[in-house]
């Protein structure tokens, strides 16, 4: 019989986030993959470190860093490949992904690949837009407010419609994108109300209003936006 293939989210970063049945499921697996920066390391193998036996085996998918679709979609291919293997052979794959494994993340490219052949399950895991807001203790909405969450790649003017038209916003994946986010909130008179945080529940996380957030910005930081209040007074 094939083996089963797990699709585990970690949370945003601190080990302690992770669910009781991540860290089992981790720990008792045959093989762990995980996503890997090519040239670099594993963030989600270092936020299960501690839960990884030394009797699994250990698969890395080295994704390049490139805007191009091309390089990184024949990277989930050979990951997709290797784990299929192992699961042919009756072992229990798990997949580490950071945050959460359908919100924005990794795993979502191999199970399009793998879960027609091999029972599948997904593990969720706290999401980035969860711990943003438990770090700049801001609510993200309340009653019938509406969430809407935009990636910072997003075109200018696109992104500043969507915003208009917006009740509570969070902004992900700012990175080198904040110059462009900060002329469209200024525009739209919302930098006031606007939350900045990076590297969320780690040990070197910031949380700040945008107002007085550094000009760079890391790719694992996000801004928040609540209309009607302000979440600093």
Excluded at 48 to 67: D, G, H, L, R, Y
Excluded at 184 to 212: H, I, M, W
Aim: net charge negative; hydrophobic share 45%.
């Amino acid at each position: 019989m094939s083996g089963k293939l797990y699709g585990i989210g970690l949370g945003p970063g601190d080990p302690e986030l992770m669910t009781l049945k991540a860290a089992r499921l981790i720990a008792g697996a045959d093989v762990i993959a995980y996503p890997s920066l090519e040239g670099g390391g594993s963030f989600a193998r270092s936020i299960a470190a501690q839960q990884i036996s030394e009797n699994s085996e250990e698969i890395s998918i080295t994704i390049p860093m490139t805007v191009k679709r091309g390089p990184a979609q024949a990277a989930y291919d050979e990951g997709a490949a290797l784990i299929a293997t192992r699961l042919d052979a009756g072992k229990t794959v798990v997949v580490l992904c950071e945050g959460d494994p359908f919100f924005y993340g990794s795993f979502m490219y191999l199970f399009s690949r793998l879960s027609e052949r091999f029972e599948t399950e997904v593990v969720p895991g706290v999401t980035s837009v969860s711990a943003c807001a438990a770090a700049l203790q801001q609510p993200l909405t309340a009653r019938n407010e509406i969430l809407t969450i935009i990636p910072g790649p997003m075109n200018e003017p696109e992104m500043e419609a969507r915003i208009e038209g917006a009740e509570a916003v969070a902004i992900v994946k700012v990175g080198r994108h904040l110059p462009k986010i900060r002329r469209v909130l200024g525009r739209l008179g919302l930098e006031a109300s606007a939350g900045y945080v990076e590297r969320a529940s780690l040990p070197n996380q910031r949380a700040l209003p945008l107002a007085e957030a550094p000009e760079t910005a890391p790719y694992f930081s996000m801004i928040l936006i609540t209309r009607g209040q302000d979440p600093w007074l």
